[in-house]
């Protein structure tokens, strides 16, 4: 199982990126798919969750109204629009999956059994 994050990169306060979280050798389908961050010398946290056969969105308060999270199934593939990006939200960024629906654990580390590398972000005031 390897998931796979790109679209991170550098960009002002304000702007705007969208990263994608794609699977190979695994298949979203029935999946609970969560999107981490960590910043240096901070720990790993939840920004936003989805189960990835339709439903409900879930998002960290920090990232509400500015951040959404969506799938593709056809391309097994789970992206994470962010807009309105503040010098705070520089992280590296995960994907992280489980296979099952999203219950209340969907922000905690353990919950799930496959991460991705990540993708770096750096937003510049």
């Known amino acids: 199982v390897q998931l796979v994050e790109s679209g991170g990169g550098s960009v002002q306060a304000g702007g705007s990126l969208r990263l994608s979280c794609a699977a190979s050798?695994?298949?979203?389908?029935?999946?609970?798919v969560g999107w981490f961050r960590q910043a240096p010398g901070k720990k790993r946290e939840g920004v936003a969750a989805?189960?990835?056969?339709?439903?409900?969105?879930y998002y960290a308060d920090s990232v509400k109204g500015r951040f959404t999270i969506s799938r593709d199934n056809a391309r097994n593939t789970v992206y994470l629009q962010m807009n309105s990006l503040k010098p705070e939200d520089t992280s590296m960024y995960y994907c992280?999956?489980?296979?099952?629906?999203?219950?209340?654990?969907?922000?905690?580390?353990?919950?799930?059994?496959?991460w991705g590398q990540g993708t770096q972000v750096t937003v510049s005031s």
């Open positions: 989805i189960y990835a056969d339709g439903g409900s969105e």
């Open positions: 050798r695994y298949i979203f389908s029935n999946n609970c």
């Open positions: 992280a999956a489980v296979p099952r629906r999203c219950y209340y654990d969907y922000m905690s580390l353990s919950t799930y059994n496959y």
